[in-house]
């Protein structure tokens, strides 16, 4: 479902709306970043290379991207589909920047949850927007501030959220990999089991499973230009790191996909299981119908009431010995046969 959210008068000032948490820090060159409160400054501070924007915006309406649109010379299409919910992961190409959609995951209350985020990377800046659920970006902070080795760019700050998101992957194919090790110990088990109960989660595992490989196989595609090199021609030496990153999500999608066919062999199983189970139903219903048949012959014959046998069979050991006796008689040769069969 693609949820908009109404237009809302652009504000007197160039502020960002309260009402959802979103910062904007500015670098200059090497030296440490400061707030910026006012988003008119931007597009000013932008014509130095030496700065560096990075805007962060949770859940913006219609006036916040409108003051994006012009502050950073954004194209209406690429603001179109960072408003738009449930967009698909992707990479564009637009003139003097790029339109990254990535969705982050992760688990909560036992579901998973997407969080989709929008990138505008330019040459000196950097917008992220998460819709909603609004993503955590603490530990992108912290590894972003942390000076390291990642240089203060776009491409760095593009690399520190990339490895950030794909790092988050790894716990959420561990959590579904257990999930499956607790529904094949539920398949396998010996005891009384509800069949459809099982189906409906085999069904909601699968389904999460395709939303979670529609998050993570698109991130090797996203980060072909930049093993390319297309972001940084310069060399700068992040190729190295974006190679790291694609390697993890390489790594989460194979997971994934040895989960699925796992999960499908589990499924097989409990299909063959509840198939040799109504078999073994049906032969011991078969096992009681052949029984009861010879004892159904046996009093069918005696109850026809020949004259000979009301002349003849006519004391009580005659109806032990020969009616009752041919009756357990016939069990027993039945139940002695069966189990030279192995039936039992």
């Known amino acids: 479902m693609i949820v908009t959210r109404p237009a809302r008068p652009v504000p007197e000032t160039n502020a960002i709306s309260e009402e959802h948490e979103s910062r904007c820090m500015i670098f200059h060159g090497a030296g440490s970043g400061r707030a910026l409160k006012d988003l008119g400054e931007i597009s000013e501070l932008l014509k130095d290379e030496h700065n560096f924007v990075w805007l962060d915006l949770a859940e913006p309406t219609q006036a916040d991207l409108a003051l994006l649109q012009e502050e950073f010379a954004l194209h209406p299409t690429a603001i179109e589909d960072a408003a738009l919910v449930h967009e698909r992961p992707k990479i564009e190409a637009y003139e003097g920047f790029r339109l990254v959609v990535l969705h982050a995951t992760t688990i909560e209350d036992g579901e998973l949850v997407l969080h989709e985020i929008a990138l505008f990377v330019g040459k000196n800046f950097l917008v992220m927007i998460r819709a909603h659920p609004v993503f955590p970006i603490e530990e992108i902070e912290r590894r972003w ?189 039945l139940i002695g046969y069966f189990k030279r069969k192995g039936w039992f």
């Not at 409906?200 to 595609?221: G, I, N, Q």
């Not at 219903?285 to 069918?300: D, R």
């Open 145 to 333: 501030l942390a000076r390291g080795a990642i240089p203060h760019t776009s491409t760095g700050l593009l690399y520190v959220i990339l490895d950030v998101i794909v790092d988050g992957y790894h716990p959420v194919a561990s959590a579904y990999d257990e999930r499956l090790v607790s529904l094949e110990n539920k398949v396998l088990a010996r005891r009384e089991r509800d069949p459809e109960g099982i189906l409906r989660e085999v069904s909601a595992f699968k389904r999460d499973l395709v939303r979670l490989r529609h998050a993570v196989a698109p991130v090797r595609d996203i980060l072909a230009p930049m093993l390319r090199g297309e972001l940084e021609p310069d060399g700068s030496g992040m190729t190295t790191y974006f190679r790291d990153v694609h390697d993890h999500a390489l790594r989460v999608t194979e997971q994934i996909d040895s989960i699925r066919d796992l999960l499908n062999s589990t499924l097989d199983i409990h299909l063959s299981t509840e198939a040799h189970r109504q078999g073994e139903v049906s032969k011991q219903l078969t096992i009681i119908a052949t029984i009861f048949l010879p004892l159904a012959y046996i009093t069918g014959f005696f109850g026809q009431n020949f004259g000979w046998m009301v002349n003849h069979i006519d004391k009580a050991e005659h109806f032990w010995f020969v009616g009752v006796g041919t009756q357990l008689l016939a069990v027993v040769i």
